[in-house]
């Protein structure tokens, strides 16, 4: 390219084809710094001086794809054997990125930074662990507004941009979370063959990003006038909350009262997402039987009482919450049973019923009728895992008494044909005991 038509660009070319050839140019240098790996390292400084000179573009789109492109640079070659620590060119492209979203002017370009930051979380080995604080501390300033777009916009559409840059941010927070616990411990999942998530502690996310980012959350979810906002909120409180294992529990003062009054919020999702943050947080706490301490039984007490709510996702996710918390059977097995089966969020469904085997059959026995009607569908229908098939209908034959036949069971609201599965299954389990 001539000197003069690298000037012209900013004039000519802006309407033109120019910013559609530059978006995809960009998209495939990314593409090809992560697959290549090492033998893209020759030519890695060339390549960031010349998408270091697009974050510069009039057009966001363009300087979003610069951004993402920056992300793959930054990590070109990592996962190697032997890998050593980030080169000054590594180390440029990953500096030029944070400072472009913490700077950039339009959502267009800031959405393309957070999408480099997923990049680099996501590329092959682990990211440096030098660099796992200031990508936290980037994520949670794009939850709290605190980056250039968000601050310099007036034009009334602030709500929404806010909205979707800070979720593009915090499905990025578990990741990170997971990375910051592996590089605390030394563990690598890519040897162990775990869950990436799941690095063997309780302790998933780290509570100083959380306590940074909750004033912000806590806002949304309070906020009136934006249900989006709300359910926003309370699925990142439930998500995050988890992570933090017992380290949820100095937060607890000020996420119970929160998700008390948001559990009557006249939106369904929020209410939903409502019941999985209690439910997760309450979890993780382990103060969820303690009312004093969480208010989660008695909010999922109050959902699933006759009066509650109704069949749908709201009613699952207060069900799930429920079986997380430790309410003694004594209380929740009636509310359970009447709750059964799950009408939408079958997310819910494997942890409730596994709860309910640990139930045992004396306390089951007064409640056949229900039983059968809570676990049929998901019998019938085969969407169980095998062993835990199997558990279920090994309980159903004990409860049953020695010939539990279809003709012998009460179906309440249940199908000909769905009885009829059923009882084929169960005749099976009999065949082979």
């Known amino acids: 390219m001539e000197e003069d038509d690298v000037t ?13 050839l530059a978006e995809a140019a960009l998209g495939a240098l990314g593409e090809l710094a992560e697959n290549c790996g ?15 000179d697009l974050t510069q ?10 951004y993402e492109a920056l992300g793959s640079l930054s990590c070109c070659g990592r996962g190697r054997e032997n890998q050593t620590a980030p080169s000054p060119a590594h180390q440029g492209a990953f500096q030029a990125l944070l ?42 300033d794009v939850i709290a507004g605190k980056i250039g777009c968000l601050r310099t916009r007036r034009d009334g559409d602030e709500t929404s941009q806010l909205a979707e840059l800070r979720e593009a941010a915090s499905d990025w927070l578990l990741e990170l979370g997971a990375a910051m616990a592996r590089a605390q411990t030394g563990s690598d999942p890519a040897q162990t063959g775990s869950d990436p998530s799941h690095t063997g502690s309780d302790l998933t996310f780290p509570p100083h990003l959380f306590r940074r980012i909750l004033p912000s959350l806590l806002a949304a979810l309070a906020d009136p006038a934006h249900p989006g906002a709300r359910s926003w909120a309370a699925a990142v409180i439930g998500q995050l909350g988890h992570a933090l294992g017992a380290e949820a529990t100095p937060f607890l003062p000020y996420l119970g009262p929160a998700l008390r009054l948001a559990a009557g919020d006249a939106d369904a999702e929020v209410r939903a997402n409502v019941f999985y ?20 039984a008695e909010l999922c007490c109050h959902a699933l009482r006759e009066g509650g709510e109704g069949p749908g996702k709201v ?22 049973l009447r709750s059964l089966p799950l009408s ?38 085969n969407r169980l895992d095998p062993a835990l098939s199997q558990s279920l209908l090994a309980l159903l034959r004990r409860v049953g008494g020695p010939t539990p036949t279809t003709s012998g069971w009460a179906w309440p609201r249940w199908t000909p044909a769905h009885a009829a599965i059923l009882g084929r299954l169960l005749d099976d389990v009999i065949a082979d005991q």
Not at 57 to 66: E, K, L, M, S
Not at 277 to 296: N, T
Not at 324 to 332: A, I, K
Not at 345 to 364: I, K, S
């Open 38 to 52: 090492a033998a893209f390292l020759p030519y890695l400084e060339p390549s960031l001086a010349a998408v270091l």
């Open 277 to 296: 943050a209690v439910g997760r947080v309450g979890e993780a706490a382990g103060h969820a039987h303690l009312e004093g301490a969480w208010p989660g």
């Open 57 to 66: 573009f009039p057009q966001c789109q363009v300087r979003g794809a610069a």
């Open 344 to 381: 939408q969020d079958l997310q819910e469904e494997a942890p409730v019923l596994r709860w309910l085997l640990g139930a045992g059959t004396e306390r089951l026995l007064p409640h056949v009728p229900a039983l059968v009607r809570g676990v049929g569908p998901a019998l019938a229908l």
């Open 99 to 140: 400072s472009g979203l913490r700077a950039e002017p339009e959502v267009g370009g800031a959405l393309g930074a957070v999408g480099g930051v997923g990049r680099i979380l996501q590329a092959p080995g682990p990211a440096p662990k030098e660099w796992l604080e200031p990508i936290g501390a980037a994520l949670c």
């Open 8 to 20: 012209e660009w900013e004039e000519a070319e802006v309407g033109g084809a120019f910013p559609r």
């Open 315 to 336: 009613r699952d996710n207060a069900l799930g919450a429920l079986v997380r918390l430790g309410v003694p059977y004594e209380q929740s097995l009636p509310l359970a």
